[in-house]
Structure formats: structure tokens, C-alpha cells
T-cell receptor, first 110, second 115 residues
Framework: TQLLEQSPQFLSIQEGENLTVYCNSSSVFSSLQWYRQEPGEGPVLLVTVVTGGEVKKLKRLTFQFGDARKDSSLHITAAQPGDTGLYLCAGAVSDYKLSFGAGTTVTVRA | KAGVTQTPRYLIKTRGQQVTLSCSPISGHRSVSWYQQTPGQGLQFLFEYFSETQRNKGNFPGRFSGRQFSNSRSEMNVSTLELGDSALYLC?????FGAGANVLTFGAGSRLTVL
């Protein structure tokens, strides 16, 4: 079983629409990372959130870390085809262990 | 600067064979972590090497092994391949040891298919 559950597993939307991806766990994490992986490439780090309740914005992407540091969400505003990819969340169980979710495949249609 | 380089990018093996994958980290990075990625399972941690020593290990059988050289380059080996070993094997490097406390930079992966 996954320590981190991501939902939905797949998401297909039209260009210009908004979307939200969720990452949930019953465990507490010292930090949480979001990655995007494109076909044929490795995951690329988008952001790290550390403080409970923290909100970080990266252009059209908004990341939120839950108050209890057990969950996180990624919201994309006005999605573009370039946002297509596999979005992975990863929670730091300790300084030495990072646990990944199974990922959400996002497809943005032009 | 050059990123993380993994070779080979693609390979096909048959059951029972063994395979060696290579990872060259970013210059100056001393930690190398290996992950197995399969559809629906996400990234499963294999092991982490720092200063030529395995510092952390995931829940994989002993058929999976690795090593790190003095120049920080790392190899992983899978012996007696099984169909279920088909996956994308990703390597990530970081400046210091500890995937939970450092920024990981991933390579593009080695896609292994076992027939």
C-alpha cells in the first residue's frame, strides 16, 4: 500500500480550464515535494513545502500543505498543453526517507 | 552544468539474465539514490549511496544490488531477472546524504523490459 495516495489517477481537461490534484496520507511529513515528469524524462522538482498551512505559488501553479502536514494539493489555473505530464507528490518521512505517491497523469487538450 | 546521466536508456533482457545500469551524478553531488518506477506504483526506493557506502535500503530482494565508485558514479545490478522487474529505473543525485532533506535531481531513467 502507498503511504501517499494521489487523486485522481487520471485527469483530462481542455486548455484554459482549472484543475486540482490531491495528495493524502495518514502520516505526518516534515516536508512535501511536488514533481512533474514528462514522457521519456525523469521527475523534475517543482516545489517543496515545509510549514503546515503553507501556500506557494509558481506562476499558474498553487501548492498547499495541509495544517497537519499530512496532505497537500496542487492547483493549476488556466491549464495549458505544456502542463501535460505525470504529477508526483513525495513526502519526507525523515531526513533519510522520501515516500512517493503513484502519481496523477494530467492531459491538457488544445 | 551537465545533469544526471543514465545508461543505457533502453534495454531488453530475458528471464534469468542479469543487468547492470549506470548513473553519473551531477558534478559535485556525492549522493546517488535509485528508484524503480512502474505504472500505478509510483517510485519505489531501492537504495542510496554516499561516499561509496550504502546508507539506506528499500524493501527489495537481494537480487537488487548496487555500488558507488570514488568519483560518485553508481551502478545497480539486478540478477536472475524476473518478468516483474520490467520497469523504469531512475537514479537521482544530491549534494548530501538524505533524500528527505536534500534536493534530488533525477536522470531520464533506464527502461528495462524483461521477456
Amino acid at each position: 500500500t502507498q503511504l501517499l495516495e494521489q487523486s485522481p489517477q487520471f485527469l483530462s481537461i481542455q486548455e484554459g480550464e482549472n484543475l486540482t490534484v490531491y495528495c493524502n496520507s495518514s502520516s505526518v511529513f516534515s516536508s512535501l515535494q511536488w514533481y512533474r515528469q514528462e514522457p521519456g524524462e525523469g521527475p523534475v522538482l517543482l516545489v517543496t513545502v515545509v510549514t503546515g498551512g503553507e501556500v506557494k505559488k509558481l506562476k499558474r501553479l498553487t501548492f498547499q500543505f495541509g495544517d497537519a502536514r499530512k496532505d497537500s494539493s496542487l492547483h493549476i489555473t488556466a491549464a495549458q498543453p505544456g502542463d501535460t505530464g505525470l504529477y508526483l507528490c513525495a513526502g519526507a518521512v525523515s531526513d533519510y526517507k522520501l515516500s512517493f505517491g503513484a502519481g496523477t497523469t494530467v492531459t491538457v487538450r488544445a | 552544468k551537465a545533469g544526471v546521466t543514465q545508461t543505457p536508456r533502453y534495454l531488453i533482457k530475458t528471464r534469468g539474465q542479469q543487468v547492470t545500469l549506470s548513473c553519473s551524478p551531477i558534478s559535485g553531488h556525492r549522493s546517488v539514490s535509485w528508484y524503480q518506477q512502474t505504472p500505478g506504483q509510483g517510485l519505489q526506493f531501492l537504495f542510496e549511496y554516499f561516499s561509496e557506502t550504502q546508507r539506506n535500503k528499500g524493501n527489495f530482494p537481494g537480487r537488487f544490488s548496487g555500488r558507488q565508485f570514488s568519483n560518485s558514479r553508481s551502478e545497480m545490478n539486478v540478477s536472475t531477472l524476473e518478468l516483474g522487474d520490467s520497469a523504469l529505473y531512475l537514479c537521482a543525485s544530491s549534494l548530501r546524504f538524505g533524500a528527505g532533506a536534500n534536493v534530488l535531481t533525477f536522470g531520464a531513467g533506464s527502461r528495462l523490459t524483461v521477456l
